[in-house]
């Protein structure tokens, strides 16, 4: 079976701009997630999305939004980036939520 | 109080030892619990998963589970320089998977 895959692995964009992130997951996965790691503060939550719905959001701002396709493909917006946005984006995806698989994530620089 | 904390590290053990790695999570409500593994610069990898009260062993791996003490670890035997890496506690809480930021382990030869 496929992993899950993420593109792209890496983007430089500045601030102000906006940007889009895709995750495919693994066939036959329903949820996908969506994580911010950053070396401060870790694996942070983004949002769930289950059958094309957003089932749980974290505490970001509006800037980041998600959407989910019905081949359970999904991607992430980040708006306006701001310097702070600079991470790896890590998208998980999984049967039911509770045992999931990462992506490789994408790299993101704001400068 | 975060809702999942682990010792940032570095657990340095020398080759051939047992590697010892902790976990306590805030909400007694929490049901369900895993170890992820993340070297350098890669993704997280998922090792073991534990539901259940007591011990699940995987070949080279513990998991061990005390809902009481809300306490959760990871016992690695026979430790390998392959398996130094960052080592991530997360815990199932209402759907949201929620992390703790990794305690680094270092295997010398």
Redesign the interface.
């Known amino acids: 079976k496929a992993g899950v895959t993420q593109t792209p692995r890496y983007l430089i964009k500045t601030r102000g701009q906006q940007v889009t992130l895709s995750c495919s997951p693994i066939s036959g996965h329903r949820s996908v997630s969506w994580y911010q790691q950053t070396p401060g503060q870790g694996l942070q939550f983004l949002f769930e999305y289950f059958s094309e719905t957003q089932r749980n959001k974290g505490n970001f701002p509006g800037r980041f939004s998600g959407r989910q396709f019905s081949n359970s493909r999904s991607e992430m917006n980040v708006s306006t980036l701001e310097l702070g946005d600079s991470a790896l984006y890590l998208c998980a995806s999984s049967p039911d939520s509770a045992l999931q698989y990462f992506g490789a994530g994408t790299r993101l620089s704001v400068l | 109080q975060k809702e999942v904390e682990q010792n940032s590290g570095p657990l340095s053990v020398p080759e051939g030892a047992i590697a010892s790695l902790n976990c306590t999570y805030s909400d007694r409500g929490s049901q369900?619990f895993?170890w992820?593994r993340q070297y350098s610069g890669?993704?997280?990898?998922?090792i073991m998963?534990i539901y259940s009260n007591g011990d699940k062993e995987d070949g080279r791996f513990t998991a061990q589970l005390n809902k009481a003490s809300q306490y959760v670890s990871l016992l690695i035997r026979d430790s390998q320089p392959s398996d130094s890496a960052t080592y991530?506690c997360a815990v199932?809480n209402?759907?949201?998977?929620?992390?703790?930021?990794?305690t680094r382990l270092q295997v010398f030869p």
């Open positions: 369900s895993f992820y890669k993704s997280p990898e998922l998963f991530l199932l209402t759907d949201k998977l929620i992390f703790g930021t990794g």
